[in-house]
């Protein structure tokens, strides 16, 4: 026969994981200012909008939204939107392997969640673990295959980080094969296949 832990103390471990990351956001929020002080912003994954440093700092508005952040996941820990909320906030932070926890949470609650999985992606390119960024993608791909953005972030990963050109090249078409009616994309393929020969 297998035990199962009382009900009381599954509350309690979650509610402890829930209490530990808002701690981590207070020490995350003071060591932030100082790390962006003393190092360049990493480079952010193609497609992605950029940000000013000063939105990167955080401020008053900030520690308020996360606090709205926190309290809603603390509500409902398990669900995968509020994980993927308190996700953007870190990533918009440029705090790729905080992001990663709590996108692995939304996608534990939430498997085929396209957006959880696409700014995965991101923040394995921002961790410059570049094949890991790919297998997410992949993993993306196989729920849609017809996404244009995460082939032609295939086919970028695959052309300047990767260094397989005929994965790069694969990407860029399937890319440009799905990405009508999409002009932004189409003109930044265009441009990738441009300055690479495709």
């Given amino acids: 026969m297998v035990e199962t832990a009382p009900e009381g103390k599954v509350n309690q471990g979650t509610k402890l994981m829930v209490a530990l990351a808002a701690i981590g956001l207070v020490v995350m929020f003071a060591s932030s200012v100082f790390h962006r002080l003393e190092s360049p912003s990493r480079k952010e994954f193609l497609g992605q909008p950029r940000q000013s440093a000063s939105q990167g700092m955080p401020g008053q508005q900030d520690m308020s939204e996360m606090g709205k952040l926190m309290a809603a996941l603390r509500e409902k820990p398990d669900d995968p939107q509020a994980n993927l909320d308190i996700a953007k906030a870190f990533m918009r932070m440029q705090e790729a392997e905080r992001a990663e926890v709590f996108l692995q949470r939304a996608l534990e609650a939430d498997p085929n ?86």
């Fill in 113 to 198: 969640n396209i957006e959880a999985l696409r700014l995965l992606a991101m923040a394995a390119f921002q961790a410059q673990q570049h094949e890991q960024a790919a297998q997410t993608l992949m993993r993306l791909l196989a729920k849609r295959p017809d996404d244009a953005g995460a082939h032609f972030n295939l086919a970028v990963l695959y052309s300047h980080y990767l260094n397989d050109a005929q994965k790069a090249d694969f990407h860029m078409r399937k890319a440009r094969e799905h990405a009508e009616g999409d002009p932004q994309l189409l003109e930044m393929i265009e441009r990738e296949a441009k300055a690479h020969g495709n």
